[in-house]
């Protein structure tokens, strides 16, 4: 079976958003390959390669056919009851329904009949032809660009192929200059998009070019005609992939076993703004190392995208790379003109540093009471005094109280680099420049680490504060904040979440469950409250329900079943520290195969003790027990459950919940021979307390009955 030619569209555009382009690339490529799918035109076989580079978005899509095959078509018309009259002509109704589909009356006995609903319908069998790749290209072209994930739109003036030459205007990403349009050799004349027509020529590298413009023969030798003759590398990770092949070339020949700093995002970037990268080793004054190198890292990264070179014990070397565009016989004058560059900002970075020491950290906190961190909340200052109000609290129920003055300390200067020249000039290093001010007023390390770890975890697997310190106020700091922002019903809603209350609130779990905390979330939260004042509500119920539904998530992320998670959270578990273990328990508790009859009967016992009038107490008159089977299963309670609790006193849960699967020999005979309901008061209130025995006794790890199938 032969195939079809290649498909290949590009739109050359003007220089694209560097952090966007990834997936701008990706989105383009993907929806022309659903759209033509979709049309018929590209089978599941069809192949797609991506381009995307500075100044192009394209797709090479393989096997794609010149026009779609046709279909068999079945619409239904209408009822037979309006359609032919009662001697079986057509009806005007039918006539003109066909008249619209291009047919006629000839076609009526070939009409089928079948069953629609309660009706009988008429049904039209006709053959649709398939769409042409011209015309549906078009349509998948309008949608690609459609759907393109822009992250700002922006207008221009169409110079051509419009209405109003320089007044008709159009919205895209960045200006549009060109289209290609190639299926094989052939050229789709009749594509149009952005006011641009195709045709079968592109443009290469800005200034090493061989040719311009370029001319694409063929759909298959797009990429190889841009590398070679336009010095370019259309494909967004072949170019990444040259990237790290010479940046790790580049750091070899440096010597000493330096490496460029390992950066996705860094890099993701910076394949973006080249079409042919070539790297350069540059270097700065060592006078400038003496600024902590996070810093220095930081201004090279963020402000000229270079790649730090760092020795082997990951300190800061005075070296760094640079991705450039062109490729100079002579590289000299871009090196240099590189390091003229970055001289100034490593200059106002060691400045920065060099002013900010002039002042103690304890002579800033004053400062923080003119710093407004919300309108309801109060100041810094204010915050400030609340989080060593919630960390002295914290420490108290940790018994950490020797620990009290490095928490108050680190608590109380906690946020004084945040009105630092350098914090000031970057934010990202909050924490960090706290920490090396802290240790220039001689503070003690366990205070300096604190000041810069209580902001951790900072995202998603980020690392724990180091020490018991940092734990306590990093604790306290985000219980503040979900503490007010919840009290002020300042909530997250949908994507929204301003003050990343969601990530606190992980943060948070984290620190409980990794640190192994014996705190209890409630008493926790609510000893948050007298911090505030009369600022805000006690809104810890929500919060509460907030922090477990975060928990839920985590735990099913993490590889939990969703019953297993609910099993054991229905109860609230207060030592978050705990809910692993338990969970483990009830995963093993499961596949023993007394489990699903266990948990069945706890169920039907739940369901029975919320029928009971009024609460039911776990207390059983072993004279009221008549049947036998009644009194073989509170023998087997007195046998198993001392000892099913002494394992989960001892926190050994796995063993208490098999040592609970003993029960299900004696379960299943009281459910089969015994009335729970009896006719005598006493009779029925001393079961429904066996059972509520029973109950206590199973559920203190987790819902057994939640392993039911719903």
């Known amino acids: 079976m032969t195939s079809s030619p290649n498909l290949l569209v590009e739109l050359f555009v003007e220089e694209l958003p560097p952090k966007a382009l990834k997936k701008l690339g990706d989105a383009f490529a993907q929806v022309l390959l659903q759209q033509l799918r979709a049309q018929g035109l590209a089978g599941d076989g069809s192949q ?71 009706a ?24 690609s660009i459609a759907k393109l994930p822009i992250p700002k739109v922006m207008t221009y003036q169409l110079e051509g192929n419009c209405e109003l030459p320089g007044w008709s205007s159009v919205q895209f990403v960045r200006p549009a200059h060109g289209l290609v349009a190639l299926h094989g050799t052939e050229v789709l004349l009749s594509i149009e998009a952005l006011g641009l027509k195709a045709g079968n020529t592109t443009h290469g590298h800005r200034f090493e070019a061989l040719v311009d413009p370029l001319v694409i023969t063929d759909a298959d030798s797009y990429a190889k005609t841009l590398a070679e003759q336009g010095a370019v590398i259309a494909s967004f990770d072949e170019r990444k992939a040259e990237i790290v092949r010479q940046l790790q070339a580049a750091a070899e020949r ?60 990951g300190a800061l070397t005075n ?34 540093f060099d002013q900010d020491r002039k002042k103690t950290l304890a002579s800033r906190v004053e400062a923080l009471d003119k710093v407004v961190y919300h309108n309801k909340l109060g100041t810094q200052g204010e915050r400030v005094q609340r989080v060593r109000a919630i960390a002295k609290s914290i420490a108290q129920q940790l018994g950490a109280t020797q620990l009290g003055k490095q928490v108050d300390q680190a608590a ?105 905390l014996p705190l209890d979330l409630d008493t926790l939260l609510v000893s948050t409250l007298p911090a505030f004042g009369d600022k805000i509500e006690d809104a810890s119920a929500a919060l509460s329900d907030f922090i477990y539904d975060r928990l839920a998530g985590s735990l099913r992320e993490q ?21 692993q273990k338990r969970l483990e328990a009830v995963r093993a508790f499961a596949a023993l195969p007394e489990a699903p009859a266990l948990a069945a009967a706890n169920k039907r016992v739940g369901n029975i003790l919320k029928k009971a009038d009024g609460p039911v107490r776990a207390r059983v008159d072993e004279a009221l027990l008549q049947e036998q089977a009644e009194k073989d299963l509170f023998a087997a309670l007195q046998t198993v459950a001392p000892k099913a609790d002494a394992q989960f006193a001892e926190g050994d849960y796995t063993a208490s919940l098999q040592t609970l699967a003993a029960l299900r020999t004696p379960v299943d005979a009281f459910f089969e021979h015994v009335m729970v309901n009896a006719e005598h008061p006493a009779l029925k209130a001393n079961r429904l307390g066996l059972l509520a025995t029973l109950h206590e006794a199973m559920n203190r790890i987790a819902d057994l009955s939640r392993l039911v199938a719903a």
């Open 254 to 313: 440096v010597g000493g076993g330096v490496k460029p700093i390992d950066d996705e995002a860094l890099l993701d970037e910076v394949t973006a703004l080249v079409e042919r990268p070539h790297v350069l080793v540059c270097a700065f004054e060592k006078e400038f190392l003496g600024v902590p190198q996070e810093c220095l890292i930081l201004t090279m990264k963020a402000n000229q995208k270079y790649f730090p070179l760092l020795a082997a014990d």
């Open 48 to 118: 797609l390669t991506a381009y995307a580079s500075p100044r192009r978005l394209a797709a090479l899509i393989t096997d794609v056919l010149p026009r779609a095959a046709d279909k068999q078509v079945s619409q239904k018309l209408m009822p037979v009851a309006v359609g032919l009259s009662a001697d079986g002509q057509p009806t005007p109704a039918l006539l003109k329904k066909l008249a619209a589909l291009g047919a006629d009356a000839s076609v009526v006995p070939q009409l089928k009949r079948a069953q629609d609903g309660k």
């Open 412 to 516: 109380q200067l906690a946020k004084t680099d945040l009105i630092t020249d350098m914090v000031g000039e970057f934010p990202e290093l909050q924490g960090t420049m706290g920490r090396y001010y802290a240790l220039n007023d001689q503070l003690d390390a366990a205070v300096a680490d604190a000041i810069e770890d209580h902001y951790k975890p900072r995202f998603a697997g980020d690392v724990l504060p180091r020490g018991e310190v940092g734990v306590i106020v990093a604790l306290a700091d985000k219980l503040e904040t979900l503490v007010g922002m919840f009290g002020i019903g300042n909530l997250p809603t949908g994507d929204r979440d301003p003050f990343a209350l969601r990530r606190h609130a992980l943060g948070v779990i984290r620190m409980l469950v990794e640190k192994d």
């Open 559 to 579: 590889g939990f079943g969703a019953q297993e998670v609910e099993a054991v959270l229905a109860y609230r578990p207060q030592r978050l520290a705990d809910v």
């Open 319 to 352: 070296q760094f790379l640079v991705v450039s565009n062109i490729s100079p016989a002579d590289a000299s004058a871009v090196t240099g003109g590189n390091e003229r560059v970055v001289r100034p900002r490593l200059a106002d970075a060691k400045f920065f």
């Open 120 to 143: 009988e319908a008429l049904f039209y069998d006709s053959t649709a032809a398939g769409v042409s790749l011209a015309e549906g290209l078009q349509k998948a072209l309008t949608e």
